[in-house]
Each structure stands twice: as C-alpha cells, then as structure tokens.
C-alpha cells in the first residue's frame, strides 16, 4: 500500500513537472519559431519521461539542447532551456552513481558545436553561450545533486558500515590475541615442561639410588610420577589453547642473534643491549617479540631504513625503543594491517607492561617498558579498533566534503576556461573581420564582388551590431566587416555591403553610438 501511494506521488510530481516544462516552452517559444516550439515540447516530454528509469538519457536530452537552440534558432540562451536543465540536471545527479556519463555527454556537446562554430557567422560566440549554459545550467546543478545523494548515503549507511567494520576488526584483533596467547602458551609448554622433565629424571634417579630408606624412594618415586603427570597435563592444558587456533611459532632466542640476521639480510642496524640476567623469561621472551615486530615493520614498510634498537635492563624493569628513520625511497604506499601490533600489546599486557607505537622524527617507533614483578594489566577495549571505524566514516566524511567542493570549482574552473577559450576565439574573429578604412573608400557601389574581392577579409564580423543599423534593401544579402575601431570600446561599429545579383546595392558604415 505504502509503496503504490509513493509511486502515485512520483507520477503526479512528474506530470506536474512535465507541464510547468510545458508552459514555459510555450511561452518563451511560441512567438519566435514553430520548429523551436515543437522541439522544445519534444524535449521535455523525453526528458521528464525517462528521468527515473534512464538519468543519463534524460541528461543528454536535455543538455543537447543547448547545441540544438544555440546553433539552430539563436546565439542566445533560451529561458525555458536553462529552466529545462536545471530542473533534470539535478536529480540526475540525486540518481547516477557514476560522474563518466555526464562526463562524456558535456564533452560529446562540446565538441559537436566546434564544426558549426566555425563555419556559421557569430558561431565562436554562440558556441560560448552554449558552454556557459551547461556549466552552470547543467554540470553545477549535476554536481549539487551528487554531493546530497553522498551526503545521504552517508546518513543513511554510514554509521550503519561502521559498525560493520568496528565488529569485522574486534574479532579479527581478539583472534590476534588469541594468537599471541596460544604463542604464550607455546613457550609455558617449552620451558615449564622442560623443567618438569628435568625434576623426574632427577626424582627417578632418587628412586634407585642406595642409602635410601623405602620411604624416601617411595616419596622419591612419588615425585617422579607426579612430575611426568604434571608433564602430561601441562600438554594437554596447551593443546585445548591451541585446538582451535593455527600454528604459532614460540618466542624463543635471544634478540642479539634476531638482530644478525636482520642485519645479514641488508637492513642498517645500530644496537645498544643491556644483558636481560635479571629479567624474568615471560619479560624476556617480550623484549624478544618487540624487537622482532620493530624489525619486521622496518623492513615491511620503511625499505632501507637505518634502525635503532635499545634494550635498557635494570633490577625493576627493562625498556625496549626499535626506531627507524625515514627511508630514502620514502615510505611504501599502503597501510599496516596494526595486526602484528595487536598481538604485541597482548603480549606487552600480560607482563603488566606498556607499549607505544607512533610515528617518530619522520620514522616510525616502537616502545615497551616491561616491569619485572607486575600483574598482567586489564585488558584493554577495543579504542584502537574503534579509532580506525572512525577514520573510515572520516574518509567518507571526505567524499562528501570533496563532492561539494566540486560542485562549485569545476562550474566555476569551466567558466574560466570557457572564458578565457571564447575570449581568445573573440580577439581572433574581431581581428579577422576588420576591414581598413582605406580598403572601404575604394569599394564602389554597382560593382560586382570579384572586383574587389581581394579587399575583404576572409571572416565577417559576428556579432554585429544592430543599434542604428540601416534598413536592409529590399532582395540584398548584406556581409558585415569590422571598422578599425577597438575591441575595447562597448559601443561596436561596423561596414555593411549589400548585394544584389552579385553586384553591390549599398555599403553603409554605423555604430551603436547614440546619433
């Protein structure tokens, strides 16, 4: 029901349009030419009939008929074919997607009115009038219609994306810690596991040694079972951490051995390592992990970088900076994926530690303060996922914002060049078309053109002026020269010859000064 009431709106909105449309055509063209008044009315009928289903066809109607009536009655603009434009230029713009066809259809109009501007008299000028027309009769409104479907779609969508976007990244960072969680569980399983293994050997060597009393073997032999079953769980405990989650490779190594290979692969490295004797393994194995993700975004996304890598260790805690400098090739296009980040701060987290990642002195930077005696910290929420939603409702914050800004430069970058195009094509025509004073003293009337054909310049003079001019011999055709009076002066003056049967009737010379 609701959508038959909005579709009997649309048709009544449409023939109302179609008819204002209408009555203008009407009366703006009816007193000035049939053929005007039918195309007119051929016109808007198309335009208003396929602007819902077919916008483009509906633009290209209505901007061809600028080509149409500049070139076809008039050097001047219509009224009802602004009004046509600026009433279908701009929900076309509400309805295509896509800038390529209004694109193509200005450009196809553009160059279709060159052939005839050269060779009609005046034609440079009602070229002009065209181009002027559709910059701001047909692109402005155009493009006003695109930046409201964009700020629309912005309303209607975009919070509705972002919240896409901020679910999509909280799961794919929790399974970034999950990861960098099962990567922890990995080394538990390696060390405790190989303490466990050591405490039954030595307990299994109790069990058989001499000297012991039976109940000290059997606490001896109690200890070893205890040992190899606590073994056995820990294994478990870490394959259900892992059941789920694809392969991770342990932390394990020491970061000076992590650092020779960087630098055999050709990476610049300037190293400053505190001795980790005092600093718990959990700590340890996380001043390995940063110095590896520093070292792994440098060469990811600063290519040639130098890389400084300082690792700060006292009784309390230890500080870990990898920072490299601005790359020389500068830096790649593209931006990190943070994933590597992520799993970092997990591991920096649980160590009860703080972890800095920012741009730095043009570089990148990467800190750590990793206490020695501190309880995981609480885990974080989900800012960073949230700041980078944001960012992209900023980007699309952006193309709104670019959209308007286009659709008042480019009318007015059009204007200028539409200007400053026509004004060249004026100062060639009004040159073109002068003809010498002393080259008009030597024309005589009653002689036939070839006499003095030589004389005339090879344009006439367009527009011409027609305050004061003469009235026109009956049966002549009249051909307009300019007199060496400048462009500069408003009131424009010209020579006129008329002709009849080849030979010349009259020649007058006039201007629009006010006799």
Request: net charge neutral; proline share 6%; aromatic share 6%.
């Amino acid at each position: 029901m609701r959508d038959a009431t909005r579709r009997r709106w649309r048709v009544t909105l449409d023939i109302a349009l179609w008819a204002a449309l209408s009555l203008l055509v009407v009366g703006d063209a009816a007193g000035r030419d049939h053929w005007e008044l039918a195309y007119g009315l051929a016109s808007v009928t198309v335009a208003v009939a396929t602007a819902r289903r077919w916008p483009a066809v509906s633009l290209a109607v209505t901007m061809m008929t600028t080509l149409v009536v500049s070139f076809g009655w008039q050097a001047e603009v219509a009224v009802w074919e602004l009004f046509l434009m600026i009433a279908l230029a701009y929900p076309a713009g509400l309805r295509m997607s896509r800038v390529r066809a209004m694109s193509a259809i200005c450009a196809a109009i553009a160059l279709a009115g060159l052939p005839p501007a050269a060779f009609v008299p005046a034609g440079f000028d009602a070229w002009g009038v065209m181009l002027g027309a559709l910059a701001f009769a047909g692109v402005a409104p155009y493009l006003l219609g695109r930046h409201v479907r964009l700020r629309r779609e912005l309303a209607r969508t975009g919070w509705r994306r972002a919240e896409e976007m901020e679910s999509r990244y909280r799961l794919v960072a929790r399974e970034t810690r999950l990861r960098e969680r099962a990567r922890i569980a990995s080394d538990m399983h390696d060390s405790l596991g190989h303490e466990l293994s050591l405490i039954a050997v030595r307990a299994a060597a109790l069990e058989v040694a001499t000297g012991l009393a039976e109940g000290q073997r059997e606490a001896a032999g109690q200890l070893r079972a205890g040992a190899a079953e606590a073994t056995e769980r820990l294994r478990e405990i870490i394959g259900l951490l892992r059941e789920d989650a694809a392969p991770v490779e342990p932390v394990q190594g020491d970061p000076t051995e992590l650092i020779d290979r960087a630098r055999s692969s050709g990476i610049e490295i300037e190293a400053r390592l505190d001795p980790l004797d005092d600093a718990p393994q959990m700590v340890a194995r996380a001043v390995y992990r940063v110095v590896q993700e520093g070292l792994t975004n440098a060469a990811k996304h600063a290519p040639g970088a130098a890389v400084t890598v300082i690792v700060t260790s006292s009784a309390e805690a230890t500080e870990v900076v990898v920072r490299n400098a601005v790359p020389p090739a500068g830096p790649l296009p593209g931006g990190s994926g943070r994933l590597g980040l992520i799993g970092l701060r997990e591991r920096v987290r649980l160590v009860g530690g703080t972890l800095r990642a920012a741009p730095a002195d043009g570089g990148f930077e990467v800190a750590a303060q990793l206490p020695h005696a501190a309880a995981p910290a609480p885990e974080p929420g989900d800012d960073e996922v949230v700041g980078q939603a944001a960012r992209e409702q900023e980007l699309a914050r952006r193309d709104v914002r670019r959209s308007l800004v286009q659709a008042i430069v480019v009318p007015l970058a059009l204007f200028g060049v539409i200007l400053g195009g026509t004004g060249l094509a004026f100062l060639v025509q009004w040159y073109d078309s002068e003809l010498p004073a002393s080259a008009y003293a030597q024309i005589r009337t009653g002689e036939p053109r070839e006499t003095f054909a030589a004389l005339l310049p090879e344009r006439q003079r367009g527009p011409r002026p027609v305050v004061n001019e003469p009235p026109q011999p009956p049966g002549t055709t009249c051909e307009y020269y300019g007199t060496e009076r400048t462009w500069l002066n408003l009131n424009r003056a010209a020579y006129r010859l008329c002709f009849a049967g080849g030979l010349l009737v009259t020649k007058d010379s006039y201007s629009e000064d006010e006799r």
